[in-house]
């Protein structure tokens, strides 16, 4: 049977090295704490604390686990456990400065944890990792080690972290590999919750990114449905806005406005910003597709706005060619220019796909006005900017057109060999 340490074992261990490295209670004491509590601990009097030990030990050149007798197990561990429930509360939080400091309290000590412990640990470095590569690591760590304990809720909470980063990295086939499974378990162990909740909004998400919009819609209703049922609104504003954007790809126009505007109100109840700005975003669109392009320009420069005031780059970047290519449709061509030089002011090179597409658009814009020799200067900026197959071949058929228009014929006749080219490599 485990027997815990007497307090006065401690303070008689920290007293010996104290005295072998030739430190008065003082010296020991000094920035950490006062000399009478160094006194106190030696005594048996106080019973320090794990931080407290650590701390100690870094002054006194030694491990923690000198001030223990091997033969007893250490009473710190309780304070261990206590640090590593503070860090989960941490991470979830996000207080991020915080919890860097527990973890690396925690962090020498790992291999001394259960395998539940070490599984949190794992977790909880994964979320601290969030922008960073190596929380792929940490969390399937994490998953790996809670599937060898029967703490399947907490199991799943890890894979929907994991599957998350993975779906925000478009591995999307890496990340249906791992909830296929977990969807599986969540059956045989019969998970509700939050934990469930997140894992169909996450099915939603990925059969969304592959194109099966209906998949899409059955998973993320039933994440609807249980938030309504339970009264657990967990990301309930994200699924309705993936929903939506099903909707809108499936041409059930009202439908996805319905379901956007439901995403719009669980976003200004918790204040997030971004995503009421992404939400304005996927409206403006829709009314696009509506042919309402009075309301698809309000709702779209109300996006760039909010986008704006966070320094969303991206968001903002987007919204720019929006709001061009809604103008397109308005015959505001002088605006689809006016916009372009707000996005080569405000652009970066990791918007090299997004900026052929507003090249494309700028080309077609100037074809509209019959400024063709402008329209040929901006596809072939196109062809140079983007490497996105896709574009590369619209901008080739547009430019062959403009050649033809100009009786360039040999011109337009090299733009359909490359597109032809294009297209067989495609096929291969």
């Known amino acids: 049977m485990e027997r815990v340490v007497e307090i006065n074992s401690i303070g008689m261990k920290i007293k010996q090295i104290r005295t072998k490295n030739k430190l008065t209670q003082s010296e020991l004491a000094k920035g950490i704490v006062n000399r009478s509590y160094i006194s106190q601990i030696e005594k048996g009097s106080v019973q320090p604390s794990f931080k407290l030990l650590k701390k100690l030990s870094d002054r006194l050149n030694c491990d923690v686990n000198d001030f223990i007798e091997e033969r007893e197990t250490p009473s710190y561990k309780l304070d261990l456990q ?19 400091i527990e973890i690396n309290v925690i962090e020498p000590y790992v291999d001394n944890l259960t395998r539940s412990e070490q599984a949190l640990y794992y977790f909880c470095k994964g979320k601290l990792e969030q922008q960073d590569d190596n929380a792929i690591e940490s969390y399937k760590l994490s998953c790996e080690l809670y599937s060898q304990t029967k703490m399947m809720d907490e199991r799943l909470r890890s894979i929907n972290h994991l599957v998350h980063i993975l779906l925000e990295k478009n591995r999307v ?9 977990a969807y599986d378990e969540s059956v045989i162990y019969r998970i509700y919750g939050i934990e469930k909740i997140s894992l169909l909004i996450n099915l939603g998400i990925a059969h969304a990114k592959l194109g099966e919009y209906y998949s899409a819609i059955r998973f993320l209703k039933q994440a609807i449905t249980i938030t309504s049922k339970s009264n657990i609104y967990y990301h309930t504003g994200r699924a309705y806005m993936v929903l939506g954007l099903c909707q809108r790809r499936t041409a059930k126009y009202e439908s996805a406005i319905s379901s956007y505007n439901k995403a719009l109100l669980f976003f200004e109840g918790s204040d997030d910003v971004l995503n009421i700005a992404g939400t304005y975003t996927n409206l403006g669109i829709l009314k696009r ?9 309000m709702l779209l420069k109300k996006a760039n706005q909010l986008y704006d005031e966070i320094h969303d780059s991206k968001g903002l970047l987007n919204t720019l060619y929006e709001m061009a290519l809604t103008s ?27 900026h052929g597409k507003f090249l494309l658009l700028l080309g077609s814009t100037f074809c509209e006005e ?28 547009k430019l062959s057109k403009v050649y033809s228009i100009l009786n360039d014929h040999e011109s337009a006749l090299k733009c359909w060999d490359t597109y032809s080219t294009m297209l067989e490599k495609s096929i291969d």
């Open 82 to 100: 206590k640090t590593l429930a503070s860090l989960e509360y941490l991470v979830i939080n996000e207080e991020v400065k915080e919890a860097k």
């Open 173 to 181: 086939h890496e990340a249906f590999r791992i909830l296929d499974n």
């Open 289 to 297: 597709f509506q042919n309402e392009f009075i309301d698809s320009l």
């Open 328 to 354: 397109f449709h308005l015959e505001k061509y002088k605006d689809v220019q006016r916009l372009y030089a707000d996005f080569l002011k405000a652009s970066q090179s990791s918007t090299q796909k997004l």
């Open 370 to 397: 019959g400024e063709h020799a402008d329209a040929i200067r901006a596809y072939r900026n196109a062809l140079t900017i983007t490497s996105d197959s896709p574009i590369q071949k619209e901008v080739l058929v």
